[in-house]
């Protein structure tokens, strides 16, 4: 099975700082993912990565951008952290048209 | 873009009764997965149809896709305190060679013991 590793469970940072979410894979698989997730609201994509240096936006990219610089790591980054952007945020990995492995999540606080 | 819209939002049962969630589309879907969420958990694929009218069982949990492709069921029997989580349908979205998951909102059971 995928070991999917998010760097850390719990982070809070301030309203406008630069953040950083990484999620790291030990499979080589071509397709990375980050959700935030919040209640009613399901899973929501925000970028997502089909190869290195390559990615796309999501369905809610405002405010988000990503790096792929190797195959294994993929990092969400906040350019300056606002209040809305408190969530859980997930991170997940797939080959093609396979199952979605996800990591444990990071549930961060802005404040 | 693709979407799939699931209900209920939340279901709340007693122990030993039976749960049903429902995914539907607009479009034909290539594909269909579920998976769970416990509480503080993440998403666990639990299972994935393709066919036309595929119906799949895994215990007390029985997945059916329907024939046009459109829309999908997950049916708990006998629930359990187990089974209380997430439960959400997913199904790819192909852009060329990429997959990407297009996810339902997910229906929170909750199981009184």
């Known amino acids: 099975d995928v070991k999917v590793t998010q760097s850390s469970r719990y982070l809070v940072k301030r309203t406008g700082e630069k953040v950083f979410l990484e999620c790291v894979q030990d499979?080589?698989?071509?397709?990375m993912f980050w959700y935030r997730q919040d209640p009613g609201l399901g899973l929501r994509l925000i970028y997502f990565s089909y190869d290195v240096k390559m990615k796309e936006k999501g369905d809610i990219p405002e405010g988000y951008s990503v790096s792929r610089e190797k195959k294994e790591r993929f990092s969400l980054i906040l350019e300056s952290a606002s209040t809305n952007q408190t969530s859980m945020y997930l991170c997940?990995?797939?080959?093609?048209?396979?199952?979605?492995?996800f990591g444990d999540g990071t549930r961060l606080s802005i404040l | 873009g693709q979407q799939v819209m699931q209900i209920p939002q939340y279901q709340h049962v007693q122990e030993g009764e039976d749960f049903t969630t429902y995914c539907n589309s607009s479009t034909t879907l290539s594909n269909i997965q579920w998976y769970k969420q416990r509480p503080g958990g993440h998403p666990v694929f639990l299972i994935q149809?393709?066919?036309?009218?595929e119906v799949k069982k895994q215990k007390r949990l029985t997945f059916q896709f329907g024939e046009a492709k459109k829309n999908s069921s997950l049916h708990i029997t006998a629930t359990q305190t187990t089974d209380v989580g997430t439960y959400f349908c997913a199904s790819d979205r192909r852009g060329g060679s990429n997959y990407k998951l297009t996810f339902g909102k997910g229906t929170l059971l909750t199981v009184n013991p």
């Open positions: 997940g990995v797939k080959r093609s048209n396979q199952p979605q492995h």
């Open positions: 149809l393709v066919k036309s009218g």
């Open positions: 499979m080589d698989h071509e397709n």
